[in-house]
C-alpha cells in the first residue's frame, strides 16, 4: 500500500518540514512505498504578492480562520485541482495530512474535496493539533477523515499502511482514533519510542530543497518533550516525557545530511529544547570540534542553571550562532508561578555568557501570565533593560498567555485564579477581574514600544497588535458587549483585511441590539 504525506498551507517556509520528513524515512525504511507532497511551500511559491504576507508569523489567526482560509482556496481553484489531480492520481490508498493549528482548516477542506472525488482513500490526520486536548473531535466530527494518530507517528503509521495492505480497513490500530461503522472508536495509547537513536534520519529527498527561503539549511531534532513542566506548555503532555538522542547519533545525522547535500551551511535543531542534556550536546560540539565539521547551528533552548561559560565557548567553536531561550518573563515571583527551574539571577548570567562568546541571543516573553501584577511587568521591562546590551532579538507572544487544552494551567484553573467556566483560551480573566484580554494587550503593545525604544530587535513586526480591531472587535462580541463590538468590527473593515466573517459577526451585532 503506497501512502502520501501531505503538507499544507499554512507552515514554516524557511526550511523542509521535518516531520513528514522523518515519517517518510520510517515507512520506507520498512519497505513502504511513500509519496511526499509539500503544498505550503509550492503555494507560496505560487501566489500572489498580496497573499505572502499570509506566511509571515504574525498573520497566524489568518489561517485559524476558516471563512478565510475557504477565501484564500477559492482564490487558487485551479492550483487546487492540480493539487487534488496530483493526490487521486499518484497511486497512494492512503493520504496522510501533518497537521498544526494554521494548516487544520486547509487540511480538512482539501481532504473533504479528496474524498468528493476519490471516495476510497484512506484520510490520515496526524500532529500536534490533533490531540485529544486540541481538535481531535472537532476533527473526527467533520466526517473527512478516517484515522487520527495521536501522539509520535512512526510505529502507528507503519501499522496503519500495513493493516490498509492486508485488510483494506482499519478496525483497530493502537494509537490512534478511528471512524468505524459511522462511530468513533478510541484505540487507546501506543507505548512510546524510549530509544530515539533508533529512528532513521530523515529523508529529504522528495522536497524541493532549493525553494526554501533559507538556502542549504536543514532541520533536525535532538529530542522529544522538555525536561521542565511549565504549567502553560503543552509540548511536554504531548510528548509525555523528555526523550534524547545520542550527541553521536545526532553527530552522524548532521554528516549524514551534509553528504546527501554538501553545499548545506546551517543546521537548525527543532526542538523543545536543545540544552535539555548537557553531557550529550558536549559530546555533540567535541565530535564537530574533532571532525572540523564547518557547520552553524541553532535551536530553542531553557535557561538551564548547569550551563556554564566553559561549555558555551565550545558550543560556539563547534558552531553554535544563536540560542532561542524561552525566558518568558522578568519577574521571579512568575518564573515561579509558572514552574520554570530557574532565578533570575541565572538568566541575567546565562544571557550575558552567551552573548560574550559570540552566540546571539533571542528571549521569549509573555504576558499577563495569571497572577502577574504591573510591577511583575515592570520587573520585566527592567529586565529587559539592564540585559538590552546582550540581547540579540526579542520574540514577544501575540497570543499574550493563551491558556491551551491539555496543560496543567487549563486542567487547573481555580488554582491559578482563573475564571471558570472558560470558552476561550485567549479572552479568559482572573477571577479577581485584575487580569483580562485588554490588560494583556496593553502590556504586550508596551513591551513592544519598550523594546522598540531601546533599540533591541522584535521578531513581531509592529509595536501594536496585527488586525487589532477585528481581535477586539471578536473580544467585545465575546464578552456580549455587541455595540463596542460592531464599533470595532467597522474599523477593521475600513483598516485591516476584508473578511466575511466580520460582515456576518456584524450583521450579527446589528440583531443583538435591537
Known amino acids: 500500500m503506497k501512502i502520501a504525506l501531505i503538507q499544507c498551507p499554512c507552515w514554516g517556509i524557511y526550511t523542509p518540514p521535518l516531520g513528514i520528513a522523518s515519517l517518510s524515512a520510517y515507512l520506507r525504511n520498512r519497505g513502504y512505498k511513500v509519496m511526499?507532497?509539500?503544498?505550503?511551500?509550492?503555494?507560496?511559491?505560487?501566489?500572489?504578492?498580496?497573499?505572502?504576507?499570509?506566511?509571515?508569523?504574525?498573520?497566524?489567526?489568518?489561517?485559524?480562520?476558516?471563512?478565510?482560509?475557504?477565501?484564500?482556496?477559492?482564490?487558487?481553484?485551479?492550483?487546487?485541482?492540480?493539487?487534488?489531480?496530483?493526490?487521486?492520481?499518484?497511486?497512494?490508498?492512503?493520504?496522510?495530512?501533518?497537521?498544526?493549528?494554521?494548516?487544520m482548516f486547509f487540511s480538512l477542506i482539501l481532504a473533504k474535496k479528496i474524498k468528493e472525488r476519490c471516495p476510497d482513500k484512506l484520510i490520515v490526520f496526524g500532529g500536534p493539533h490533533c490531540s485529544k486536548y486540541m481538535t481531535r473531535n472537532f476533527i473526527m466530527l467533520q466526517g473527512v477523515v478516517d484515522v487520527i494518530v495521536e501522539g509520535e507517528g512512526e510505529e502507528t503509521l507503519s501499522e496503519i499502511v500495513e493493516l490498509a495492505g492486508?485488510?483494506?480497513?482499519?478496525?483497530?490500530?493502537?494509537?490512534?482514533?478511528?471512524?468505524?461503522?459511522?462511530?468513533?472508536?478510541?484505540?487507546?495509547?501506543?507505548?512510546?519510542?524510549?530509544?530515539?537513536?533508533?529512528?532513521?534520519?530523515?529523508?529529504?529527498?522528495?522536497?524541493?530543497?532549493?525553494?526554501?527561503?533559507?538556502?542549504?539549511?536543514?532541520?533536525?531534532?535532538?529530542?522529544?518533550?522538555?525536561?521542565?513542566?511549565?504549567?502553560?506548555?503543552?509540548?511536554?503532555?504531548?510528548?509525555?516525557?523528555?526523550?534524547?538522542?545520542?550527541?553521536?547519533?545526532?553527530?552522524?545525522?548532521?554528516?549524514?545530511?551534509?553528504?546527501?547535500?554538501?553545499?548545506?551551511?546551517?543546521?537548525?535543531?527543532?526542538?523543545?529544547?536543545?540544552?535539555?542534556?548537557?553531557?550529550?550536546?558536549?559530546?555533540?560540539?567535541?565530535?564537530?570540534?574533532?571532525?572540523?565539521?564547518?557547520?552553524?547551528?541553532?535551536?530553542?533552548?531553557?535557561?538551564?542553571?548547569?550551563?556554564?561559560?566553559?561549555?558555551?565557548?565550545?558550543m560556539k567553536?563547534?558552531?553554535?550562532?544563536?540560542?532561542?531561550?524561552?525566558?518568558?518573563?522578568?519577574?521571579?515571583?512568575?518564573?515561579?508561578?509558572?514552574?520554570?527551574?530557574?532565578?533570575?539571577?541565572?538568566?541575567?548570567r546565562i544571557i550575558k555568557e552567551t552573548y560574550e562568546t559570540g552566540i546571539?541571543?533571542?528571549?521569549?516573553?509573555?504576558?499577563?501570565?495569571?497572577?502577574?501584577?504591573?510591577e511583575d511587568f515592570k520587573e520585566t521591562l527592567d529586565f529587559v533593560s539592564r540585559n538590552k546590551n546582550y540581547i540579540t532579538a526579542v520574540n514577544p507572544a501575540p497570543s499574550f498567555c493563551g491558556i491551551a487544552p491539555g496543560t496543567y494551567l487549563y486542567e487547573h484553573l481555580e488554582e491559578f485564579g482563573v475564571a471558570t467556566p472558560m470558552d476561550n483560551g485567549h479572552f479568559w480573566r482572573s477571577s479577581d477581574k485584575k487580569n483580562d484580554y485588554l490588560i494583556r494587550l496593553n502590556r504586550f503593545e508596551r513591551f513592544c514600544e519598550f523594546v522598540h525604544s531601546l533599540g533591541i530587535k522584535s521578531t513581531y513586526p509592529k509595536t501594536a497588535l496585527v488586525n487589532r480591531y477585528r481581535v477586539m472587535g471578536d473580544y467585545y462580541f465575546y464578552i456580549q458587549d455587541y455595540s463596542k463590538a460592531l464599533e470595532y468590527y467597522r474599523i477593521s473593515l475600513e483598516e485591516e483585511m476584508e473578511d466575511k466573517k466580520i460582515l456576518k459577526q456584524i450583521d450579527e451585532c446589528a440583531r443583538l441590539l435591537r
Not at 485551479?78 to 492520481?89: A, H, S, V
Request: charged share 25%.
Open 36 to 103: 511526499v507532497l509539500d503544498f505550503n511551500i509550492d503555494m507560496y511559491l505560487r501566489c500572489q504578492k498580496q497573499h505572502e504576507i499570509c506566511w509571515d508569523e504574525s498573520m497566524n489567526e489568518f489561517w485559524r480562520s476558516e471563512p478565510l482560509v475557504e477565501k484564500f482556496i477559492s482564490d487558487y481553484e485551479g492550483l487546487i485541482r492540480y493539487y487534488l489531480g496530483e493526490i487521486c492520481n499518484c497511486g497512494a490508498g492512503i493520504i496522510g495530512f501533518s497537521i498544526y493549528d494554521t494548516s
Open 317 to 348: 567553536k563547534s558552531g553554535c550562532g544563536c540560542l532561542d531561550y524561552g525566558l518568558e518573563s522578568g519577574s521571579q515571583a512568575i518564573i515561579t508561578r509558572m514552574r520554570k527551574r530557574f532565578n533570575i539571577s541565572d538568566a541575567d
Open 360 to 374: 546571539d541571543v533571542v528571549l521569549n516573553f509573555m504576558f499577563g501570565f495569571p497572577g502577574e501584577t504591573e
Open 166 to 314: 492486508k485488510e483494506h480497513k482499519i478496525d483497530f490500530c493502537q494509537g490512534t482514533v478511528i471512524r468505524k461503522e459511522n462511530k468513533i472508536v478510541d484505540c487507546g495509547n501506543r507505548p512510546l519510542i524510549e530509544n530515539l537513536d533508533t529512528l532513521p534520519f530523515p529523508d529529504f529527498s522528495d522536497f524541493p530543497v532549493e525553494s526554501y527561503l533559507r538556502k542549504n539549511v536543514f532541520p533536525v531534532s535532538s529530542s522529544r518533550g522538555c525536561v521542565n513542566r511549565c504549567v502553560f506548555c503543552n509540548e511536554w503532555p504531548y510528548w509525555k516525557k523528555y526523550r534524547f538522542k545520542t550527541g553521536y547519533h545526532i553527530f552522524q545525522e548532521i554528516k549524514y545530511i551534509l553528504s546527501q547535500y554538501p553545499k548545506t551551511t546551517n543546521i537548525e535543531f527543532h526542538d523543545s529544547v536543545l540544552n535539555g542534556n548537557l553531557e550529550q550536546i558536549n559530546i555533540l560540539c567535541d565530535l564537530i570540534l574533532e571532525e572540523n565539521l564547518r557547520i552553524r547551528w541553532n535551536g530553542q533552548a531553557i535557561i538551564n542553571p548547569r550551563m556554564d561559560y566553559n561549555l558555551l565557548v565550545k
